[in-house]
Nanobody, 124 residues
Framework: QVQLVESGGGLVQAGGSLRLSCAAS????????MGWFRQAPRKEREFAAA????????YYADSVKGRFTIARDNAKNTVCLQMNSLKPEDPAVYYC?????????????????WGQGTQVIVSS
């Protein structure tokens, strides 16, 4: 099992940047592929980015490609999402998720473990 805790959310102006972090418990973090999802009010939870357990493979939703970067540090049991050029459509609760296999998924139901989420607000 793994427990996930996100941090780094907050208020930022459009065009600005935020860096979200997800800290994972346990000694087997490197055996989990990780994903970031987001959910805006009255909308479905949607995929944003994912990374394989080694960090060698990443994948992004078209809506964030070129602006967001996912990275992980298996020595520190963390995965981060660097968000640049934030847009008015980016505000949401951002969730970190884990799946106990080498390759990530892009659907929420692919993931076994979830954090509590961190709020991102973008002001125009």
């Amino acid at each position: 099992q793994v427990q996930l805790v996100e941090s780094g959310g907050g208020l930022v102006q459009a065009g600005g940047s935020l860096r979200l972090s997800c800290a994972a418990s346990g000694r087997t973090f490197s055996t989990y592929a990780m994903g970031w999802f987001r959910q805006a009010p009255r909308k479905e939870r949607e995929f944003a980015a994912a990374i394989s357990w080694s960090g060698g493979s990443t994948y992004y939703a078209d809506s964030v490609k070129g602006r967001f970067t996912i990275a992980r540090d298996n020595a520190k049991n963390t995965v981060c999402l660097q968000m640049n050029s934030l847009k008015p459509e980016d505000p949401a609760v951002y969730y970190c998720a884990a799946i106990h296999q080498w390759r990530f998924g892009v659907q929420a139901h692919d993931y076994d473990y979830w954090g509590q989420g961190t709020q991102v607000i973008v002001s125009s």
